[in-house]
């Protein structure tokens, strides 16, 4: 198990210790948070403390911060309570938990290098009287970074809302939710390196949230159900131990794969995540790649890796015009404690890999 090398960031981080130290302690903790008793107070301490991690982490104040069961949740909850009554402009590269969230809505192209084409935003909020923008900080697939600011100032100038769903972001650049403008923004606690099974909803101060799930009245009424809180605890731990500035290391260790592998990237013009690299091999089927890299210990994805298992061609390289090479990118992800001869180890076993293949895929196979 410590040979292997797990590339799958962007599907979950690993856990870190803070975080779980914190899932341990909140473990032991027997009360609900919304019990009024001196065991339910101890349960809320642990909760704010949480609360109060993840606003200050990313540029929110604690009572704006809504508590989820995670980043698709997060996402739901928003496009639940901004969408009656407006046009809905989705990023056409925007996760299939907005996609799913979002049905009917109008997609908004992205260029050639998967960043949002601003050109195309600002015609189709023009045509829009009242609007909903959807959109990623970044992509999990090519960690292509959208123009947030930009889109941000659209939005205002066009009197339209806008969510970001930042759950690939989040920790591996800075965010700052309240200097962006944004009227709400999706976290996800696993991304974060916390636990599986916790999120957050942050709002615009004085925005009103019509609850997705109603029920007990907890998180100021707006969102029902007991709050899971040693998940919610590992991921308040995740988001303060998470360092942005760590980008460097990653980028760097990323840069050197890039450059060892010699194959094209996807997005690679583009502002990208340091942690992300989408490889295109030609010929060669992304999931047979996933198999083979797999048996030789390193764990990587054919496109996005929460769809259960299963491959389809990757929306996000079709929307960006790769034709037939969207069936041939697998996705690296370093996680925040990836070795630092993570390079010459994956582009071995990717030689090994290569080597064992070629004669099945043809001679310009890796190449
Ligand atoms: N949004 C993006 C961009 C994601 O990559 C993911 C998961 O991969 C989600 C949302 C869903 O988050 P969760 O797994 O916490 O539900």
């Not at 909903?132 to 941000?152: D, F, K, Q, R, Y």
């Amino acid at each position: 198990m410590s040979d292997d090398l797990y590339l799958d960031a962007n599907a979950t981080e690993p856990l870190r210790p803070e975080a779980r130290a914190a899932v341990l302690v909140a473990l032991d903790l027997r009360g609900n948070p919304s019990s009024v008793h001196a065991d339910g107070r101890a349960a809320r301490r642990v909760l704010e403390t949480a609360r109060s991690q993840i606003a200050n982490a990313f540029g929110a104040r604690a009572q704006d911060v809504v508590l989820t069961a995670g980043g698709t949740e997060a996402n739901a909850a928003a496009i639940h309570a901004l969408a009656p009554g407006r046009a809905v402009l989705v990023g056409a590269t925007e996760h299939p938990a907005v996609l799913a969230a979002t049905p009917g809505a109008t997609p908004i192209p992205v260029l050639a290098d998967g960043r949002l084409d601003l050109a195309a935003l600002d015609t189709l909020l023009t045509c829009s009287d009242l609007a909903l923008v959807c959109v990623m900080a970044a992509n999990n697939e090519t960690g292509v970074l959208h123009p947030l600011s930009e889109i941000a100032a659209l939005c205002r100038r066009h009197g339209a809302l806008l969510h970001i769903d930042a759950v690939q972001a989040a920790g591996r650049m800075a965010l700052d939710f309240a200097g962006l403008g944004a009227d709400t923004m999706a976290l996800s606690g696993h991304k974060l390196g916390g636990p599986k099974g916790a999120g957050a909803l942050l709002l615009r101060p004085g925005l009103t949230l019509a609850p997705l799930l109603a029920g007990g009245g907890q998180e100021r009424g707006r969102r029902g159900g007991t709050e899971a809180l040693p998940a919610i605890a590992g991921m308040g731990a995740a988001a303060a131990a998470a360092r942005p500035q760590d980008a460097a290391r990653l980028g760097r260790l990323r840069d050197a794969i890039e450059a060892g592998a010699g194959l094209s990237v996807a997005g690679q013009g583009a502002p990208r995540l340091p942690n992300t690299t989408s490889l295109i091999f030609p010929r060669m089927p992304a999931e047979t790649l996933v198999i083979a890299l797999d048996l030789e210990g390193v764990r990587v994805s054919a496109g996005s890796a929460c769809s259960s298992g299963k491959v389809t061609r990757s929306h996000v390289l079709t929307a960006m015009g790769l034709g037939e090479a969207a069936g041939h990118a697998i996705r690296v992800s370093l996680p925040w404690d990836a070795p630092e001869d993570v390079a010459p180890r994956f582009l071995a076993a990717l030689a090994r890999v290569g080597a064992r293949l070629a004669p099945v895929a043809g001679p310009s196979t890796g190449g």
